[in-house]
Structure formats: structure tokens, C-alpha cells
């Protein structure tokens, strides 16, 4: 099993940017196709990007498309989530995860993720 842990939230102005990170531990992190998901109160969790492992090859939610960026560094067992013209709809707690094997490539449900992450708070004023 992979132990995931996230960094890099925090406070910034709407049109801001942040870099989350997401360093990795225990089994081996460059077979995982990994993603990040974000929550905000009262809502249900949301997919928010992917990235494979092999060709770095990545899918984002529409909402983010243009603006957010996934990448990895399988070397450093980090994954990275470049977040730029924030808006106050990105305040979320943002979380990392693994896709269950076998989960088809594409998918944005929550339950074909695992191993999550205890989560980075990310608040964007207006």
C-alpha cells in the first residue's frame, strides 16, 4: 500500500496560484495512475486532474481545464498539481490518490481512487 501525503495549501487572492505537492511512501509509486480530488463544505467530493504513470499522459475536470496543472516526478515519488487563476470556487480542501487498478483510464469517481491522502486546505478570497 502507498501512504500519500499532501502540502502546499493556503490562503491567496482571487487570479492567484499556489503548487500543491503530493510525496509518496511505502509500495512502489511509479505503477500508480494518481489524482487529485478537492472538497468543499457541503458539497460532495470532486475529481479534480489525473496523470499516468508511464507517459505522464493527463485528463482535468472542465472546471479547472486551462488553468490547473498535473505533473509527477517518479523519481522523488512527488506528484504536483500547479494551480493558477485561482478563483473563490477552487476553495476546497484538495486531497491525492491512487487509481484502484482496474478502474478504467477516465474515470473521476472518487470510489476508483484510493490510499487518499489527509488533505491540504486551500481558501481563495474574493
Known amino acids: 500500500q502507498v501512504q500519500l501525503v499532501e502540502s502546499g495549501g493556503g490562503f491567496v487572492q482571487a487570479g492567484g496560484s499556489l503548487r500543491l505537492s503530493c510525496a509518496a511512501s511505502?509500495?512502489?509509486?511509479?505503477?500508480?495512475?494518481m489524482g487529485w480530488f478537492r472538497q468543499a463544505p457541503g458539497k460532495e467530493r470532486e475529481f479534480v486532474a489525473a496523470i499516468s504513470w508511464s507517459l505522464g499522459v493527463t485528463y482535468y475536470a472542465d472546471s479547472v481545464k486551462g488553468r490547473f496543472t498535473i505533473s509527477r516526478d517518479n523519481a522523488e515519488n512527488t506528484m504536483y498539481l500547479q494551480m493558477n487563476s485561482l478563483e473563490p470556487e477552487d476553495t476546497a480542501v484538495y486531497y491525492c490518490?491512487?487509481?484502484?487498478?482496474?478502474?478504467?483510464?477516465?474515470?473521476?469517481?472518487?470510489?476508483?481512487?484510493?490510499?487518499w491522502g489527509q488533505g491540504t486546505q486551500v481558501t481563495v478570497s474574493s
Open positions: 511505502g509500495r512502489t509509486f511509479k505503477v500508480y495512475t
Open positions: 490518490a491512487t487509481k484502484t487498478q482496474g478502474a478504467a483510464w477516465g474515470t473521476t469517481k472518487d470510489s476508483d481512487f484510493g490510499a
